[in-house]
């Protein structure tokens, strides 16, 4: 063992940042979500339980290894200049080991107490997110957001395949809601940090094609989440309540976009849209634990 990576001890406080932990909260929010879908009503608490952790785990690993391979363009960022990787803290060699030590515990859980089916979803999600988003496209295409979006659609699939054991109507849907959602809010976070993004040299959508490019398209991507959220109802998984709710959301979002389309503050527009996409898929993911179930449906 080379001792000298292991010359720096981490301190705890790097080690859990280096996890993301309000990524990690929120995409577990999304696991509910879907567990709560498939469940409808039918909750095995210990299942639960299991899926979480097992998801906390392997989620927390797949912010580790973006972290280590993020490094070097973190550096060149003001919001991520601090990070335990970028300034040293915190050795490749460590980050390696603590990302690999997350990952065996999470799949370890999941394969034990779930299923192979949702280890395997799960797997996939790492490998989009770090192989072909972290690796390569976030580095070298605009459409990094697209491959992007495909991993941030992963978590309610974990959920639901935790249930289910297999891949349904329901979950498709979620993946299809999940992936259109992540589009939108990916650009407005990439418009309220251009600057670091450009000093960063990524390849993002605002900097190869202009701002004005972005502005032009968000309506037609909240538009396709909209009408993506509404595929629940279609399918019979969720009732009335959940479609009113959504057209609500969905229509509120469409008419921002619209409402805002000239606002002269690129940055005040993006934080807009950030927070309301923040507040779409908090409603989204409770309206499907909580329109799924018996009692709550009147059935």
Known sequence: ???????????????LSLIKPGIVLANLVSVAGGFGLAARGQVAWSLLDATLWGAALILSAGCVFNNLVDRDI???????RRRPLAQGRITPTQALAWGTLLLGSGTWVLGCHTNLLTLAVSL????????????????????????????GAIPPLMGYTAVTHHLG??????????????????????LLHLEDYRRAGLRLLPLTHGEKVVRQRMPYYIGAFLLASLLPFFYGLSGPTYLLVMLTVGGGWLG?????????????WARGHFLFSILAIMILNFMLVLDSTPLFRGS
């Open 169 to 190: 109507p329901g979950a498709w849907c979620l993946f299809l809601i999940f992936f259109l959602w992540q589009i939108p809010h990916a650009h407005a976070i990439a």
């Open 256 to 268: 921002l976009t619209w409402k805002t389309r000239h606002h002269p503050h690129l940055k005040s």
């Open 124 to 151: 996939t999600g790492i490998f989009v997110y770090v192989g072909l988003y972290s690796l390569y496209f976030k580095r070298h295409s605009w459409l990094g957001v697209w491959v992007g979006s495909i991993a």
């Open 74 to 80: 973190d550096s060149f960022m003001q919001r991520t």
């Open 1 to 15: 063992m080379n001792t000298l990576a292991f010359k720096v001890s981490p301190s705890s406080r790097d080690l």
